[in-house]
């Protein structure tokens, strides 16, 4: 009953109801029968008995049922010895078996492959083994950069082409450093195709981590406002040369600047006419 339930469920699976059916407007091919594989021969007496028993010679066959879809056999069930002819054939018990064979079928022919593993299961578990293999084989992008980043020989590289400076917050990179990383990974063993690839990918992402600095510094400008003119001037000073020139971000920052020193400039004239004022004549 278990070995009838699961081909089943099998077919469910692949192919929905036991019903003609369609995928994205491709037809499904799916079902299930029975057939009988030839094992073999009766020996000679016992084959020319049953013969004229019979009325026609008969091979030793065996009998089983199957599910299949687009005519690959997914499970195959309910398996027996049988003699047969083209098709039509005779079940025997085990005594009949042993009269003619001297031994029960099973002992003598065994089971045919193509019961034992249906071609269908062998497909299917070849494809789980190459989707379980596949982070192992064949990686993606991303499981490969996640190595990447954290691989030291490649972490050096982009460190040498995109150096950790706290005072700057450069997203520009110079090729010529850029080879030059390159060829100190070549000289680890790493082949220069792969080591492009992924240099350039992590360096991308260390540009694109510090354009993202530069926004959140710009977003706190207006958090300056209310420090000390010194502070703000000097805070503004620095936003202006941490960001490169080549940044259009940068002029929004020197502008600020611009107008926070003549914010200054104006304070100290304005503090000075009060000194005067205050002195005596």
């Known amino acids: 009953m278990q070995r009838f339930i699961l081909p089943l469920m099998t077919i469910a699976f692949l ?3 036991l019903q003609p059916s369609s995928f994205a407007g491709i037809p499904i091919v799916y079902g299930h029968g029975e057939k009988v594989e030839k094992m073999g021969e009766l020996p000679e007496g016992a084959r020319e008995s049953i013969a004229k028993e019979l009325g026609q010679d008969v091979s030793v066959g065996f009998l089983y049922r199957y599910a ?12 027996q010895h049988v003699l047969f ?13 042993l009269m003619s064979l001297g031994e029960l079928p099973s002992q003598k022919f065994g089971k045919p492959y193509a019961y034992r593993f249906p071609l269908g299961l062998i497909i299917s578990f070849v494809i789980l083994v190459m989707f379980a293999l596949q982070p192992i084989v064949s990686p993606s992008d991303e499981q490969t950069f996640a190595k990447v980043a954290k691989d030291p020989r490649y972490l050096a ?38 080591a492009r690839k992924y240099l350039r990918v992590l360096v991308n992402a260390k540009c694109a981590y510090r354009s993202t600095q530069i926004d959140e510094a710009i977003r706190t400008i207006h958090l300056t406002e209310s420090s000390p003119t010194n502070e703000r001037i000097a805070y503004l000073e620095w936003l202006s040369e ?34 005067k004022h205050d002195l005596p004549a």
């Open 242 to 275: 941490a960001i490169p020139e080549s940044d259009v971000r940068r002029e929004l920052v020197v502008q600020t600047l611009q107008i926070a020193r003549k914010s200054a400039t104006a304070e100290t004239a304005s503090s000075e006419e009060v000194i």
């Open 85 to 97: 002819n083209g098709n039509r054939y005779w079940k025997m018990e085990d005594g009949q078996w």
């Open 157 to 194: 590289a982009a460190d040498s082409v995109l150096p950790n400076d706290r005072v700057s917050l450069n997203t520009d990179y110079d090729n010529d450093r850029f080879d030059a990383a390159i060829a100190s990974l070549k000289d680890d063993g790493i082949s220069e195709h792969v």
């Open 68 to 79: 299949h879809v687009y005519h690959i056999d997914f499970w195959t069930w309910d398996g």
């Open 15 to 17: 192919a929905g109801p």
